[in-house]
């Protein structure tokens, strides 16, 4: 299969519902950085969770993005039609199966001297013997065992636009999810493997997204790594927040852009989004694209207030 040459960014949404405010602001500043740098732009539409994501959701994320005045070098790439890559990236990989269930790992967490958030490496070290009984009993329970990553590094440093030099934990991550056997999807693709697997197909080299997903990034460019690809310059911008200082979302009222334009045109949403990066009179993204400087960008959440 041919890769995509770079240099390029990406904008990669989950198809479960509306893009928000929040989520179309993140998606504007990713377009700014590519083209400002020169670089393809691509679409990725990550569906591989199938019981969250549904085309009729992509299909309006990808007309809601348009709508404001992005654009996409072709083509759109989904990745319910990766299931090859992830499986040819997971045998280059050193991996162990996992055979917790979120219970065990909840509680091995709250074990003394657990690292909060990292994976304990509860079956990490099982003897073969020890492997088999509990391939047994997960398949007396119709259960599948999960793929992790053995990792061989505790922690890992990326290069950030906003944060410099980021140094974060690195544990051994799922690649291939488990459960119950019958309710398995093809693949069950976990998203550290896919996000890497694809970025490195699309030759992206730039990846702009929250900052709320800075903690996954040095996981993520390990993983990179170890696939020989090369690892993304990263730019992790400030999240929009409700009234109440938490994430966006859609308690916060009319977030959504088809529920914003039912009092507004399309391109007063325009001006909002580039209010809220301080540029308040600017009401197209090529207009935008001209003025737009990243390091006047504030670093603080941008706090909904009904727009």
Known sequence: MAVFQGPAGRYAPSPSGDLHFGNLRTAVLAWLFARQSGRKFFLRVEDIDSERSSAE????????????????????LYQHDRGDAYADALAR??????????????EAASAPHAQPGMYPGTCRDLTEEQRALRRRDLADEGRLPAIRLRAHVREWTVEDFYH?????????????RGGRVDQAQAGDWAYNLAVVVDDGFQGVDQVVRGDDLLFSAPAQAYLADQ????????????????????????????????????????????RDIAGSLGYGQVDSVNGLLDVFEPSQLSRDPWTWESL
């Open 227 to 270: 696939l020989s690809l090369v690892t993304p310059f990263y730019i992790h911008v400030p999240l929009v927040v409700g009234p109440g200082g938490r994430r966006l979302a859609k308690r916060d009222g009319a977030v959504t852009l088809r529920e914003m334009l039912a009092d507004k045109r399309q391109s007063d949403i325009v």
């Open 164 to 176: 410099g030099a980021y140094t974060g934990p690195v544990d051994d991550v799922i690649l291939k």
């Open 57 to 76: 959701s992509a299909l309006r994320q990808i007309e809601d993005l348009e709508a404001l005045g992005l654009d996409f070098d072709p083509p759109v």
């Open 93 to 106: 990989l050193d991996t162990y199966e996992c055979y917790c269930t979120r219970r065990d790992i909840r």
